[in-house]
């Protein structure tokens, strides 16, 4: 679902002059929580499945949800658990960077204020000297999690900047129905960014109608030329999962902080099935990537076993 331009930056400029107040929320108008696009059946419904038996599903994710094209709940444990997201927010960063209809061919500048200060992590853009499109910033962001990128695009799509744009962030949450989800920044390094698997599922649907993003999220590397003298900077994506034939991938996001452990979104098809897979807080750097693979054997063989009987 995608904001109008107007109403995402009316309201956005309304409160750039507001303090931030995260345990505030903001006025906004909902979506309908009945639409087919947000609205997830209770738990209590029938499971759609039958064959695929749960208790045969183990999982290292600390949360987990997998939702098929209905909304039915196939597979899930803390669902409506709030935790930090890492990453996995600049799926929420390009949808509002793509509802802003901000130029995506205009050349940004890195500056000194897209450098992480809270964790110092590396990025190969310099803050001196680095230019890209949007449309190139916005790719390696999703593509291959450069946070300087996103930085840089939050900085520069609204004239409030930084402020104004992770409010839009958290109004963008507010009509998908992502009520147990708040945005601190447009990277995922702050742990104030966090969701539930619940609202990563409605965030993951709205980010479907995006082709940009599903082309960017399931790219499998690019090539950059950032500075002056031609230099070529190479960019993979994050999920190697990508790289094994066994999967078909529509829309993808890693993460990962500390606060958050390893976490992983997905829209992908399994059995010819489409599903939605949030894996969240999974130890270890292969963790959400192996649970990624223990989920598929599971529904594989339950699906079999089922086509066996009939």
């Keep these: 679902m995608k904001t109008s331009l107007s109403a995402l930056i009316a309201a956005a400029a309304l409160l750039v002059t507001s303090p931030i107040a995260p345990e505030i929320p903001i006025a906004y108008p909902l979506a309908e929580t009945n639409s087919p696009l947000l ?11 039958p064959s695929l038996d749960p208790r045969r599903l183990r999982l290292h994710s600390s949360a987990f949800l997998v939702v098929d094209d209905q909304g039915h709940r196939i597979a899930g444990k803390a669902v409506d658990s709030a935790q930090p997201i890492a990453s996995v927010t600049k ?3 390009a949808m509002v960077v793509l509802d802003a209809g901000a130029d995506l061919d205009a050349t940004i500048g890195l500056d000194p204020e ?4 809270m964790r110092h992590s590396r990025s190969r853009l310099r ?20 946070n300087r990128a996103a930085a840089a695009l939050g900085r520069t799509t609204f004239p409030g900047g930084t402020t104004t744009f992770v409010r839009a962030m958290n109004l963008k949450a507010q009509e998908l129905g992502m009520r147990n989800s708040r945005f601190a920044d447009p990277t995922g390094l702050d742990a104030g960014n966090v969701s539930t698997a619940e609202d990563l599922v409605r965030m993951a649907r709205a980010a479907m109608g995006y082709a940009f993003i599903r082309e960017a999220t399931t790219s499998a590397s690019t090539e950059v030329q950032p500075y002056p ?8 994506n994050t999920n190697r999962l990508l790289a094994n034939d066994r999967w078909n991938i529509e829309l993808s996001k890693t993460g990962f902080i500390n606060e958050a452990g390893h976490c992983l979104l997905m829209r992908a098809v399994i059995a010819e099935r489409p599903l ?10 292969l963790g959400t990537f192996g649970d990624s693979n223990r989920l598929r054997d599971w529904i594989q063989t339950g699906l079999r076993s089922e086509r066996q009987r009939g």
């Design 276 to 285: 939605f897979i949030v894996l969240l807080n999974s130890a270890g750097k």
């Design 114 to 117: 897209d450098r992480d200060q």
């Design 39 to 49: 609205s997830l059946p209770e738990e209590s419904s029938p499971h759609p499945w």
């Design 127 to 146: 803050v001196e000297g680095a230019r890209l499109s949007r449309r190139e910033l916005l790719l390696i962001a999703l593509m291959s999690s450069e």
């Design 91 to 93: 799926l929420m960063t």
């Design 229 to 236: 003298d031609g230099r070529v900077l190479a960019y993979r």
